[in-house]
């Protein structure tokens, strides 16, 4: 989880990785998971906080988390 | 007067988009003041960042996605930020919007392009009969499917030959063989047609000018190409004043009441005074600031003809006037980056 | 309150791909609740997913908008309509009220317009594969044969002598009219001169008499300045034979062959800008036949458009049955239809429409269908905004050529209905079932299964 920690994350849903120089775009879900991973949460806590403040199902977000942690591990930041 | 023109092609990149230099010349005009509004496809297109031309730019999609998605951008810009002119000068917008031109007029984004029917002039097969009409020549050419029409075509217009794909790559053929493997290629990659085309000597020589829609001209700058990098693109040129030539584009204007800036392209024989026609491009070339240089602002007279201000009669140009690209640099910090990646707008 | 949701999205920057909107925008996502007023849930719920949906309003609604352009600028037209693009019986049958005679191309397509109830003269004979049997029945019938080859003249000349009278025939003819690839491998070459020997040939037989001409210059044909060549160089060789043969050449049939209003793959503009309107087909087609037909001849013109008719009247609803990540990061969907349902997703790109409002931002996203075959693709890049499972995509146009050509590998073939003009709507063929694909099968008795 090092790379992440490193990340320049800004509110509109830029993130720049000064260690590779790459940019990324996150929606705002992306972006409350990728400020939760840089806490250094566990995936059961952030899925915890994503039910408490998002209208959505426990299944569903679970699902979505899977496959947004597949997606930042494609991109090698986890 | 306060005229926001928006313009695409702000792509200044070793193979340039016209949109700069056309910026450029907008802005010189002095009797109004136009405000550019930077249309891009690209967060990395660099007239985003050239703040001194470009005021305001905005993320376009792709004219591929048709009136609802490239209209529908046009008229969000216009309503939340403001566009009283759209001077498109790439190839692929041009069919959107031509075909939606009356739709943006009536929602008051001004154009001044070509009607389709003209529009379609431009195809090759056409070439030949405008060639004919305004008394220039064509190099021979033929169109082929099979290796047959291309051994009858070769026979017929005699080596070598230029073998060519419908829209893109040429190749120079000396034998045979080697045309039928240039066939091979571009068949392979971009399909049929193929163009088998007689090869003429002579110089590269251009015409950057506009029509008025009625027969008349709004300014027309030669040119010869004197270094042109490894794209083929023009890096330093000089104004010339090839009779034939401009006249040739002259009779273009008037035979076709063509609208809008166009660039013929030609190959001129100077030794037997022939000029071919190779191409005509219904767009500024990316070259196009070289006029307003050497004092014939076309892309300034076309927003006078558009806006009913007085149009400027330039008759004249100096011949021997040169043109010299050089390549520059900024630095500039993320945030207009990161403000066009995410809100599509700087 | 808890906020509302949106599935998360992160996207890297690629050089050459920063572009907010894509390929397709997000304000440009479009939304299907439903089809002629009928919700798509409703549909899905009565007659299953995937779903073939022909509006029968649109479908009368294309063929007369077509029809008219050429009826009111010539005074003596017929349209055949081309079985092949879509042989439903509901489809041909509607296409028949509107006055449309039947176009087929073989034997099973002439079975298939006769047991419709269509007599033998109302059908035009095309192809080049009429065996002996099925030709004598539609000389017999009085069918307009169109001849494809000599061999075909020796074959009707034989059926003529048993059938005891003369038989009339037209012939098919190709020529350059610009268009690549130029469709040579149908019918007699008028520039090699083959065209004008087959006239010949079936002059000097004696038994068949030549009154049509007809040509097909090709599919998805975007410049309708090629049907004017083609109808100049027809009305010219129709002459020719004339004033040569004393035949008289009553019909010119110029085929079909217009766009419809959709996106060929390889083609950069969008359909709405590159698909001419059918006026301006009608419009060259009709102007080329009265400057060069002579005055007062009004040979019957005949087309055989097939796409430009049906492809825009027919959807097919499917539901994303799941999705996955795919190594290189882009998001999969699996729907329960794939290229057996949608044949022609090999060669175009159909516009996609989702059953409900989707929040988030677009990601690059590929459509598989439901075959274990790797080019089972409907789509291979687009931009989606993130879909649960469930949520129905509407593909269209799919009218043309899909409901002949697909293919029953591994899975049914689904209910196919129309919702008819007072919004009711009729199952025009039900969906299989095991005993439809066993029906012919048989299984020898030592190889039963105990
Ligand atoms: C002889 C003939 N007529 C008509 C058609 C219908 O063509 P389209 O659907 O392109 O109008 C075809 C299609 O291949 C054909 O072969």
């Known amino acids: 989880m090092d790379r992440i920690k490193q990340l320049a994350i800004n509110d509109e849903g830029f993130v720049f990785d000064p260690l590779t120089g790459d940019s990324f775009t996150v929606n705002q879900t992306g972006l409350f998971i990728l400020k939760k991973l840089k806490e250094g949460k566990t995936e059961e806590e952030i899925l915890q906080e994503i039910t408490g403040e998002f209208e959505v199902s426990q299944e569903e977000a679970e699902r979505d988390l899977i496959d947004f942690i597949e997606k930042l591990r494609s991109y090698r930041l986890i | 007067?306060?005229?926001?023109?928006?313009?695409?092609?702000?792509?200044?990149?070793?193979?340039?988009?016209?949109?700069?230099?056309?910026?450029?010349?907008?802005?010189?005009a002095e009797d109004f003041s136009a405000e550019i509004v930077g249309l891009a496809y690209d967060a990395m297109e660099p007239g985003i960042y050239m703040d001194w031309i470009v005021k305001k730019s905005f993320i376009m999609p792709y004219p591929s996605g048709g009136h609802d998605a490239f209209i529908n951008r046009l008229l969000y810009?216009?309503?939340?930020?403001?566009?009283?002119?759209?001077?498109?000068?790439?190839?692929?917008?041009?069919?959107?919007?031509?075909?939606?031109?009356?739709?943006?007029?009536?929602?008051?984004?001004?154009?001044?392009?070509?009607?389709?029917?003209?529009?379609k002039l431009r195809s090759k097969d056409r070439l030949e009969e405008i060639a004919n009409n305004i008394g220039i020549e064509i190099p021979k050419s033929e169109v082929v499917t099979s290796y047959e029409e291309l051994i009858k075509a070769i026979e017929k217009i005699g080596l070598p030959v230029m073998v060519k794909g419908a829209f893109y790559k040429a190749y120079r053929a000396f034998t045979t063989q080697e045309a039928v493997s240039y066939y091979?290629?571009?068949?392979?990659?971009?399909?049929?047609?193929?163009?088998?085309?007689?090869?003429?000597?002579?110089?590269?020589?251009?015409?950057?000018?506009?029509?008025?829609?009625?027969?008349?001209?709004?300014?027309m700058v030669g040119i010869k190409k004197v270094w042109i990098?490894?794209?083929?693109?023009?890096?330093?040129?000089?104004?010339?004043?090839?009779?034939?030539?401009?006249?040739?584009?002259?009779?273009?204007?008037?035979?076709?009441?063509?609208?809008?800036?166009?660039?013929?392209?030609?190959?001129?024989?100077?030794?037997?005074?022939?000029v071919y026609l190779i191409e005509i491009n219904p767009r500024f070339p990316a070259w196009s600031y070289f006029s307003t240089g050497v004092g014939v602002n076309i892309a300034a007279n076309i927003i006078r003809k558009s806006f009913g201000m007085p149009v400027k009669n330039y008759t004249d140009y100096p011949a021997g006037k040169l043109y010299v690209r050089f390549t520059d640099d900024l630095v500039t910090d993320m945030e207009r980056f990161q403000k066009i990646i995410t809100r599509g707008e700087s | 309150?808890?906020?509302?949701?949106?599935?998360?999205?992160?996207?890297?920057?690629?050089?050459?791909?920063?572009?907010?909107?894509?390929?397709?925008?997000?304000?440009?996502?479009?939304?299907?609740?439903?089809?002629?007023?009928?919700?798509?849930?409703?549909?899905?719920?009565?007659?299953?997913?995937?779903?073939?949906?022909?509006?029968?309003?649109?479908?009368?609604?294309?063929?007369?908008?077509?029809?008219?352009?050429?009826?009111?600028?010539?005074?003596?037209?017929?349209?055949?309509?081309?079985?092949?693009?879509?042989?439903?019986?509901?489809?041909?049958?509607?296409?028949?009220?509107?006055?449309?005679?039947?176009?087929?191309?073989?034997?099973?397509?002439?079975?298939?317009?006769?047991?419709?109830?269509?007599?033998?003269?109302?059908?035009?004979?095309?192809?080049?594969?009429?065996?002996?049997?099925?030709?004598?029945?539609?000389?017999?019938?009085?069918?307009?044969?169109?001849?494809?080859?000599?061999?075909?003249?020796?074959?009707?000349?034989?059926?003529?002598?048993?059938?005891?009278?003369?038989?009339?025939?037209?012939?098919?003819?190709?020529?350059?009219?610009?268009?690549?690839?130029?469709?040579?491998?149908?019918?007699?070459?008028?520039?090699?001169?083959q065209a004008l020997d087959a006239v010949k040939r079936i002059a000097s037989g004696g038994k068949l008499v030549l009154n049509g001409l007809h040509c097909h210059i090709g599919t998805f044909i975007l410049e309708p300045e090629a049907y004017g060549r083609e109808v100049e160089k027809m009305v010219k060789f129709a002459y020719e034979v004339e004033d040569n043969f004393g035949f008289k050449i009553?019909?010119?049939?110029?085929?079909?062959?217009?766009?419809?209003?959709?996106?060929?793959?390889?083609?950069?503009?969008?359909?709405?800008?590159?698909?001419?309107?059918?006026?301006?087909?009608?419009e060259k087609i009709t102007e080329s036949l009265y400057s060069n037909l002579r005055p007062g001849d009004f040979p019957k013109l005949i087309l055989e458009t097939g796409r430009a008719i049906v492809d825009e009247a027919e959807y097919l609803i499917t539901t994303v049955f799941a999705s996955k990540r795919l190594p290189d990061g882009r998001k999969a969907y699996i729907a329960d239809a794939g290229v057996n349902l949608l044949f022609t997703a090999f060669w175009y790109k159909f516009n996609i429409e989702i059953d409900r409002e989707v929040q988030g931002s677009n990601e690059p996203a590929v459509i598989y269908g439901p075959l274990c075959m790797n080019i089972d693709i409907i789509d291979e890049g687009t931009m989606l905004s993130p879909l649960e499972r469930g949520t129905r995509l509407i593909f269209s146009p799919v009218g043309a050529y899909n409901n002949t050509q697909w293919m029953q590998f591994i899975e049914y073939r689904p209910n196919v209905v129309m919702v008819m003009e007072d919004q009711t709507v009729e199952v025009i063929r039900e969906k299989e079932n095991l005993s439809d694909i066993e029906k012919r099968e048989r299984l020898p008795e030592r190889l039963k299964i105990k």
């Open chain 3, 1 to 193: 309150m808890k906020k509302i949701y949106e599935k998360p999205v992160i996207t890297k920057l690629q050089t050459g791909f920063m572009n907010k909107f894509g390929s397709s925008p997000l304000y440009a996502r479009k939304i299907r609740k439903d089809i002629d007023g009928v919700p798509i849930s409703e549909l899905v719920e009565k007659f299953g997913s995937p779903l073939f949906v022909i509006s029968e309003k649109k479908l009368r609604e294309k063929f007369r908008q077509i029809y008219n352009a050429f009826s009111t600028r010539y005074p003596n037209v017929q349209f055949g309509w081309s079985y092949k693009t879509n042989y439903l019986k509901a489809v041909c049958a509607v296409l028949h009220q509107e006055g449309a005679i039947a176009e087929v191309v073989s034997a099973f397509e002439y079975e298939k317009a006769r047991n419709l109830g269509i007599e033998g003269k109302e059908i035009i004979f095309n192809g080049p594969h009429k065996p002996v049997e099925i030709l004598e029945v539609a000389a017999s019938e009085g069918a307009k044969i169109h001849i494809d080859h000599f061999d075909e003249i020796t074959d009707l000349e034989k059926i003529a002598e048993k059938l005891g009278k003369q038989i009339k025939v037209a012939i098919r003819i190709n020529m350059d009219t610009g268009i690549h690839p130029q469709w040579d491998r149908f019918g007699f070459n008028l520039e090699t001169g």
């Open chain 2, 229 to 274: 990098t490894e794209l083929g693109k023009i890096w330093t040129g000089i104004t010339i004043k090839n009779e034939k030539m401009l006249s040739a584009s002259q009779k273009f204007i008037e035979k076709y009441s063509w609208k809008g800036a166009f660039e013929l392209e030609c190959i001129v024989d100077t030794k037997e005074s022939r």
């Open chain 3, 250 to 282: 009553e019909y010119l049939d110029i085929g079909g062959g217009f766009p419809s209003k959709n996106r060929l793959k390889g083609t950069y503009l969008p359909p709405d800008v590159a698909v001419p309107p059918v006026d301006e087909y009608a």
């Open chain 2, 77 to 119: 810009i216009k309503e939340n930020y403001g566009m009283d002119f759209f001077m498109p000068v790439l190839d692929a917008e041009l069919p959107v919007v031509i075909k939606y031109s009356h739709e943006l007029e009536k929602n008051g984004i001004k154009t001044f392009l070509p009607t389709y029917e003209q529009f």
């Open chain 2, 184 to 219: 091979n290629k571009i068949v392979a990659q971009w399909g049929y047609p193929i163009i088998v085309q007689q090869v003429v000597s002579g110089e590269e020589m251009n015409v950057v000018a506009a029509g008025d829609g009625e027969g008349s001209s709004l300014g």
């Open chain 2, 1 to 28: 007067m306060e005229i926001k023109i928006a313009v695409s092609g702000i792509n200044a990149v070793d193979n340039p988009g016209p949109g700069i230099g056309v910026a450029k010349s907008l802005l010189e």
